[in-house]
């Protein structure tokens, strides 16, 4: 008698453990199918689907309606995703940004690089207006100070490739660098960012 009442509490033991294994198992399936956008406003959402960065548009009436940003691999973790909505001389515009961040590790070497991308949008014609990318490298290198490599000392530098890029409150662009400052404005006939001159 004490055998079977063993074996009915550990069968009841093990069914309640299994079923809240499965109740967990499925509510972290649903947290993990609902929290694929990285950022969203308006009708937009940026996101990673199957292969593509893109920037899906809802309520579209089509189910796959999308803009695809770019192809990516299992490798592709991008930071600090932004989707902005803007107007820029009465056309409503799209700024999409986001940071990647590659390291290299080498015996003598170290260089980590941080890149941000910013690509403008108008999702009415879904065309690509506007694209700045703002590269900084910070490399730190074991460095020998004689031929017969007895004596090393540690090097760090920093390089930087293209421009900051700024957007207004007018939608107007700046970029800046360390020599130079360029300011952009849209030409809603011509879809484009055009470069002021200054006089």
Same mark, same amino acid.
């Given at each position: 008698?004490?055998?079977?009442?063993?074996?009915?509490?550990?069968?009841?033991?093990?069914?309640?453990?299994?079923?809240?294994?499965?109740?967990?198992?499925?509510?972290?399936?649903?947290?993990?199918?609902?929290?694929?956008? &990285?950022?969203?406003?308006?009708?937009?959402? *940026?996101?990673?689907?199957?292969?593509?960065?893109?920037?899906?548009?809802?309520?579209?009436?089509?189910?796959?309606?999308?803009?695809?940003?770019?192809?990516?691999?299992?490798?592709?973790?991008?930071?600090?995703?932004? *989707?902005?909505?803007?107007?820029?001389?009465?056309?409503? *515009?799209?700024?999409?940004?986001?940071?990647?961040?590659?390291?290299?590790?080498?015996?003598?070497?170290?260089?980590?690089?941080?890149?941000?991308?910013?690509?403008?949008?108008?999702?009415?014609?879904?065309?690509?207006?506007?694209?700045?990318?703002? &590269?900084?490298?910070?490399?730190?290198?074991?460095?020998? &100070?004689?031929?017969?490599?007895?004596?090393?000392?540690?090097?760090?530098?920093?390089?930087?490739?293209?421009?900051?890029?700024?957007?207004?409150?007018?939608?107007?662009?700046?970029?800046?660098?360390?020599?130079?400052?360029?300011? *952009?404005?849209?030409?809603?006939?011509?879809?484009?960012?055009?470069?002021?001159?200054?006089?």
């Amino acid at each position: 008698m004490k055998k079977n009442l063993i074996l009915f509490l550990t069968l009841i033991l093990c069914v309640t453990n299994y079923a809240q294994k499965k109740k967990i198992a499925k509510s972290t399936e649903k947290i993990s199918k609902s929290s694929t956008a &990285l950022a969203k406003v308006d009708n937009l959402e *940026l996101e990673i689907k199957n292969t593509n960065f893109q920037i899906t548009i809802n309520g579209s009436g089509k189910s796959n309606d999308a803009i695809v940003i770019k192809n990516i691999d299992s490798k592709f973790i991008p930071t600090e995703t932004k *989707l902005i909505a803007f107007t820029a001389s009465g056309t409503k *515009l799209y700024l999409v940004s986001w940071t990647e961040k590659i390291v290299t590790k080498t015996e003598n070497k170290n260089e980590e690089s941080v890149t941000i991308f910013s690509q403008i949008y108008d999702i009415a014609t879904k065309t690509l207006l506007f694209v700045n990318t703002q &590269l900084t490298s910070k490399i730190t290198e074991k460095v020998f &100070l004689d031929r017969l490599k007895n004596a090393s000392e540690t090097q760090e530098r920093l390089h930087k490739e293209g421009y900051e890029l700024t957007l207004n409150p007018d939608g107007s662009l700046i970029q800046r660098s360390k020599t130079k400052e360029v300011k *952009l404005v849209f030409d809603p006939k011509t879809l484009k960012y055009n470069e002021i001159k200054k006089k």
